[in-house]
């Protein structure tokens, strides 16, 4: 499949070690955060989501962090593993006034897992 | 249970023609977006369909066009397309405004 990651900053890490990927968004109005996943050739997957009111939130081998204060996301994926070797965008979500639902997608950043 | 179905997967055009792409939302979903993806950028995005209206849109055109039909899938229509209406072309279906979850897309090629 073609590649989606051209020309993003990446990230390489070995296998087993803790990644963390990080994400400025755009409007503090914003509130709801998701982390997706993208395969060369696949649509994005999601992986986490959280809103504003909330800090920090775990899934499976996942934790997302949310600093409202800086605007800041980051992704924390625990013992990475080769299949985690993607693109990962954060998604905002503007949800004020007229605006609702429109997801507004960061650069991402492709991580590279080493066996 | 199905997920979001998108087709055709990969479709060639040529300059100054008009295409059509087509979504079927996830089951239970009746909400339907549209993205843009150019290559190495994120999605970007481009209307939203709710209750056969289009209830938000992005920074396109009026070339680009969609419908919503009353099964909730969708279709985007984009005319006399240019060389930068390359991408992939992403459809994402949820429940209202929550719970995306996005297709495979479709490869567009304008040559």
């Known amino acids: 499949g073609e590649s989606v990651g051209l020309h993003l900053p990446t990230l390489s890490v070995q296998e087993g070690d803790n990644s963390i990927i990080n994400c400025a968004y755009s409007?503090?109005?914003?509130?709801?955060f998701i982390w997706y996943k993208q395969e060369s050739g696949k649509g994005p997957q999601f992986i986490i989501d959280?809103?504003?009111?909330?800090d920090k939130r775990q899934g499976q081998r996942v934790t997302v962090l949310l600093n409202k204060t800086v605007k800041h996301l980051s992704l924390q994926i625990a013992a990475t593993q080769p299949g985690d070797s993607a693109v990962y965008f954060c998604a905002e979500n503007i949800n004020y006034g007229g605006s609702q639902g429109n997801l507004i997608f960061g650069k991402g950043t492709k991580l590279s897992v080493k066996p | 249970d199905a997920g979001v179905t998108q087709s055709p997967t990969h479709l060639i055009k040529t300059r100054g023609q008009q295409v059509t792409l087509r979504c079927s939302p996830k089951?239970?979903?009746?909400?339907v977006s549209w993205y843009q993806q150019a290559l190495g950028q994120g999605p970007q995005f481009i209307f939203q369909?709710?209750?056969?209206?289009?209830?938000q849109r992005g920074n396109f055109p009026d070339r680009f066009s969609g419908h919503q039909f009353p099964n909730y899938s969708s279709e985007l229509n984009v005319n006399a397309l240019l060389l930068g209406d390359s991408a992939l072309y992403l459809c994402?279906?949820?429940?209202?405004?929550?719970?995306?979850?996005f297709g495979s897309g479709t490869r567009l090629t304008v040559v």
């Open positions: 409007n503090s109005a914003s509130d709801y």
């Open positions: 369909y709710y209750e056969e209206e289009e209830r």
């Open positions: 089951s239970g979903h009746d909400t």
């Open positions: 994402a279906s949820s429940l209202d405004l929550y719970g995306y979850t």
């Open positions: 959280i809103r504003s009111n909330m």
